[in-house]
């Protein structure tokens, strides 16, 4: 394969999409897999709808995600006159035309093929206009758009793309399409072939929305003397219902932001979003990056579109499942101290954080994250579920209330009771609170996990947890004097 070009184009007219995000991965991991480049570029010719916040939010969006280009980002706009110089080039080889037809006249031809059920397409009308009759035109200042010549007569086009095979289109079935508006600003379609041909790019890997456009572009490659490059497209992603994913039918999820702010860690979002429509070909669901670029072919790719699992409707997975489960994959295997950097705005956020855990308390801190991990499925469970370890006005969880605390009212004197056992050991350990708590237990005549479950309650807020031994002895020990001291305030207005 000669040198490997590819390039992440996005539209800066909204956030990063997740469907975007896992193009630009596709992007990048063929290009790292190839030793080849990766381009960015920012196709910002849309001035009324391109915003410079789209532009920092999508250039953020891959910082956070790891998805590191090689040049740019360039932007399109930059380029205009290169756009025009092409049109005026196709103009003069005889590939364009001008085209002098009204909207009414166009509008007209339309209601005409509607009404004769005929598919419309541009009639070719200025097609043959002489040199005369469009200097005559133009010097009575009509206005004129530029319309590609598509060859007339058999034939058509026909790639192979990487992804959905042969495709071919008839010339007939393509109309001579507008490249240059009547204002002089050229089109999308055009701007996009020339920036492509300049950044010398090999393989177009996009999403299958841009299939449509992909025959026209290549006539339009041909007749600007380049051979168009390998194309490559990228299944749709769809809800459970078969609907495209988007911003106005399923709120923030679709954005890469929201899994950021909502305590993903970036490889986590990578490796779902790679999936939803690529495999290895064997079952394996969880790579590292060398893994991945090592396992990513396009030939990987699937041409069925893929599901994106969230249900609206389940309040417990607030996004796909598998991304949530995968994104605990990661929170529990990565090494700690990789996590308590990841952890730390989370808390700061909150209001949480405390310089001494990178300090003197850091061993504490660390410690505190691998014995709170195993439950937790974002970051932000820390600073929620996680709450009890770093302040103590965490709030209390309804079943652990009412099942482990409530349910027993005998608790309200007795965690008090439990609480001048541990105020008068040396030291909390493990062993010992085990001792102690059971002890205790077995003098009341009860269950050891009755005691230690509303001493859970009361001292994490929640009723599931790392083993209670642990947290006895790890939290600080007047803390978890002070909370079961103060175990009474919960049965307060109680009856
Ligand atoms: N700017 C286009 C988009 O965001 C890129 C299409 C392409 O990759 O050619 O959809």
Redesign the pocket.
Known sequence: MSEVRV?????P?GYLHIG?AR?AIYNWLFARKHGGKLVL?I?DTDAERSTEESIKGIIEGLEWLGVDWDEGPYF?SAFAAEHVAAAEKLLAAGHAYKCFCTKEELEARREAAAAAKADYRYNGACRELSPEEVAAKEAAGLPAVIRFKVPQGEGGVAFNDVVYGGVERNYRDIEDFVIVRSNGLPL?LLC?VVD?IRDRISH????Q??LV?TPR?ILLYRALGTTPPTFAHMPLTLDLKKAKISKRSHGEIVAVQFYRDHGFLPWALVNFLVLLGWSAGDDREIFSKEELIEAFTLEGVNRANSIFNYRKDDPKFFTDPKAININAHYLRTIPVAELAQRVRPVLEKEGLWDPAYEGEKQEWFHKTLEMSRERFHTLTDFATLGRAWFADDFSMDETALQKNLLKHPQMKEWLPQLAQRFAALPEITHDEAERVAREFAEEHGVKPGVPINAARAVITGQNKGPSMFEVFAHLDREKVVQRLREAGKYFEGQS
């Open positions: 390039r992440f184009p996005p539209s007219t975007g193009t570029r196709e399109q999308y996009n492509d177009v890997i996009r999403g929305d841009g456009n572009q």
